[in-house]
């Protein structure tokens, strides 16, 4: 049987759509990172400064106020939504992921064993809901600096006042016992298309 015009037509269109998503998922992670990755070194400085001048329990509001606050202004600026996640929790009703973030977070970690540097570490794509609904999603490593380890380093490094406070507001936290190098978290962005 002679192909009909049609079917041939929808089978070039079918081998150009990979080509057109990977053009569209290049712009939409150049876009997302231009706009979302400017406030990390700003919330790494802040807690830099906080910790220094007021130790890390004094500290605590940076990461459990500042961080958000600052990302709060990238969501109102794009209307995207942004926020931290993590495999361990420090505060589980803002940071646990979703399966998507999940996922890719275990992913990290393999890459992270297998070589790779962690701040390298991100991943953007296209999701379909079930509804139709098209987004593009992306996530990006948070990786542990030595001032993260003032207060999710070791439980038997930090002071008793800090496990106290931590206790106090937090106490389902996960998210102590982590090493320089290793993956704290992420930065989760979610654009709906
Ligand atoms: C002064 C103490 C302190 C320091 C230093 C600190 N954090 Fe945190 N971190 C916290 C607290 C407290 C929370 C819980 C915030 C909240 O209530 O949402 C938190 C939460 C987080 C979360 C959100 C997910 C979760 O577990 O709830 C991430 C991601 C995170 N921290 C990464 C980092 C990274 C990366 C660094 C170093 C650059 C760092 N933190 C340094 C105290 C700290």
């Not at 995207?80 to 990290?108: C, H, M, Y």
């Not at 490094?157 to 993956?183: C, H, I, N």
Request: proline share 7%; hydrophobic share 40%.
């Amino acid at each position: 049987m002679k192909p009909t015009v049609a079917f041939l037509a929808s089978l070039s269109l079918v081998s150009v759509m990979p080509a057109v998503r990977a053009q569209e998922e290049a712009s939409l992670l150049a876009e997302t990172r231009k706009t979302a990755l400017p406030v990390l070194p700003k919330v790494v400085q802040a807690m830099q400064t906080a910790v220094q001048e007021n130790g890390p329990v004094g500290a605590i509001p940076v990461c459990k106020e500042k961080a958000p606050q600052l990302l709060q202004e990238v969501r109102q600026q794009t209307g995207w939504s942004i926020r931290r996640v993590s495999l361990k929790t420090r505060n589980p009703a803002t940071g646990t992921p979703d399966a998507w973030e999940a996922r890719q977070l275990a992913d990290f970690n393999i890459r992270l064993a297998n070589g790779a540097k962690p701040e390298q570490l991100e991943v953007g794509e296209i999701v379909v809901a079930a509804g139709g609904q098209r987004s593009y999603r992306y996530l990006k490593a948070l990786p542990v600096a030595e001032v993260c380890l003032s207060c999710h380093g070791p439980a038997d490094s930090l002071s008793a006042e800090l496990k106290a406070a931590l206790a106090r507001d937090y106490p389902q936290d996960r998210a102590t016992g982590y090493a320089a190098g290793q993956v704290r978290g992420a930065l989760s962005v979610i654009r709906p298309l």
